[in-house]
């Protein structure tokens, strides 16, 4: 069966630190992966997403970036987090066209 | 372009009542539609999806929805309402090349004894 993984669960950073959050699939190949942040008392805001290795999609402007250096993997990186960065980050994949999107555990991101 | 509005932000119901969630979308290509589950700190559970055929799906925790097209909506409804089905609930409609996710601002369901 297919699982994701993300971590780490929660972060503290200071603002102006660099970032990494990582996200793995397992158990499916070729996935659509997708990064969600979801602000406090909001809904889901799509930042990436990525229909293959090298393939990023940014849907939001914003100092935040997104690498899938391999095929299963997804890491959603900053240089220098701002303290509008806060909240918590979802990973999720989708096997495809009409597939629901399946989802981590999420990473709580505190910037101080 | 897609969007999703959820009527209710917050929806308090008695213990063994309807639960009854909705939601509305817009959508320029036949949708996917989508209910989630979201419990305190935790990622999002799928509940039901529609993409065709039948236009009443069952889910997961006895939840089913209803596609109505002429009506743009897709609301989620339980017959008797648990304490353990209190959370936040998320109605999103999918389209594009990738599929992506369009999802609606979330309710809060509290479940009274």
Known sequence: SQTIHQWPATLVQPVGSPLSLECTVEGT?????????????????????????????SEVPQNLSASRPQDRQFILSSK?????????????????????????DGTRLSIL | AQSVTQLGSHVSVSEGALVLLRCN???????????????????????????????LVKGINGFEAEFK??????HL????AHMSDAAEYFCAVSSGSARQ???????????LP
Not at chain 1, 30 to 54: D, K, T
């Open chain 1, 29 to 57: 190949s070729n996935p659509n992966l997708y990064w969600y942040r979801q602000a406090a008392g909001r809904g889901l805001q799509l930042l990436f997403y990525s229909i293959g290795i090298g393939q990023i999609s």
């Open chain 2, 77 to 80: 409804t339980k017959p008797s």
């Open chain 1, 80 to 104: 220098k987090l701002l303290l509008s960065d806060s909240g918590f980050y979802l990973c999720a994949w989708s096997g495809g066209d009409g597939q629901p999107q399946h989802f981590g």
């Open chain 2, 25 to 55: 979308y817009s959508s320029s290509v036949p949708p996917y539609l989508f209910w989630y589950v979201q419990y305190p700190n935790q990622g999002l559970q799928l509940l039901l999806k529609y993409t065709t055929g039948a236009t």
């Open chain 2, 101 to 111: 996710l369009t999802f609606g601002s979330g309710t809060q369901l509290t479940v």
């Open chain 2, 69 to 74: 097209k002429s009506e743009t909506s897709f």
